[in-house]
T-cell receptor, first 118, second 113 residues
């Protein structure tokens, strides 16, 4: 079974600075997807960024980028120019690429609570 | 932009009672999921549903749980006889046919007394 580990329960960063959230995972599969989800205080989880394991290029979405190290099974999220609206719980998630009629369950880490200091 | 909606936002029930949590997935999505998050813990997969049947369920999803898509829009999670340990946030998610992203609803907080 796959596992996802987020070793930083809490992080804080000054507004406009850069912060990196860590995630490691364990799998025996060679092809899979990795996600970062953001859960603001309103509780609805929102997808931040996605990485396909077969792609060597790290995914980027505006101020958000990942450092995907497949051999090390590491998938960190970098947030540049942090804004107050980035304050949230961030979850790393894994999904197998093997699809069986929608059983593509997400396996989540325990989350990192990010605080933005004005 | 279409969203997944869930009702109620908060449900309080007595132990042993039945509860039904409701979700309206995004209209053109075909895959549906329930997850739960016990306070302070990770989000855990419960069940996935496609083509009117369960495609996968976790070990958490025992005989006390059931899911249904009673009409073309709703997707429900029923807990027949609630236990104290069922207290959690329950999230519904949906996904379109060829997509990778699961879209989550805002959740229902279930409190079992």
């Amino acid at each position: 079974a796959q596992t996802v580990t987020q070793s930083q329960p809490e992080m804080s960063v000054q507004e406009a600075e850069t912060v990196t959230l860590s995630c490691t995972y364990d799998t025996s599969e060679s092809d899979y997807y990795l996600f970062w989800y953001k859960q603001p205080p309103s509780r609805q989880m929102i997808l931040v960024i996605r990485q396909e394991a077969y792609k060597q290029q790290n995914a980027t979405e505006n101020r958000f980028s990942v450092n995907f190290q497949k051999a090390a099974k590491s998938f960190s999220l970098k947030i540049s120019d942090s804004q107050l609206g980035d304050a949230a719980m961030y979850f790393c998630a894994y999904r197998s690429s093997i699809s069986n009629f929608g059983n593509e369950k997400l396996t989540f880490g325990t989350g990192t609570r990010l605080t933005i200091i004005p | 932009e279409p969203e997944v909606t869930q009702t109620p936002s908060h449900q309080v029930t007595q132990m042993g009672q039945e509860v039904i949590l409701r979700c309206v997935p995004i209209s053109n999505h075909l895959y549906f999921y329930w997850y739960r998050q016990i306070l302070g813990q990770k989000v855990e997969f419960l069940v996935s549903f496609y083509n009117n049947e369960i495609s996968e369920k976790s070990e958490i999803f025992d005989d006390q749980f059931s899911v249904e898509r009673p009409d073309g829009s709703n997707f429900t999670l029923k807990i027949r006889s609630t236990k104290l340990e069922d207290s959690a946030m329950y999230f519904c998610a949906s996904k379109r046919l060829a997509g990778h992203e699961q879209f989550f609803g805002p959740g229902t907080r279930l409190t079992v007394l």
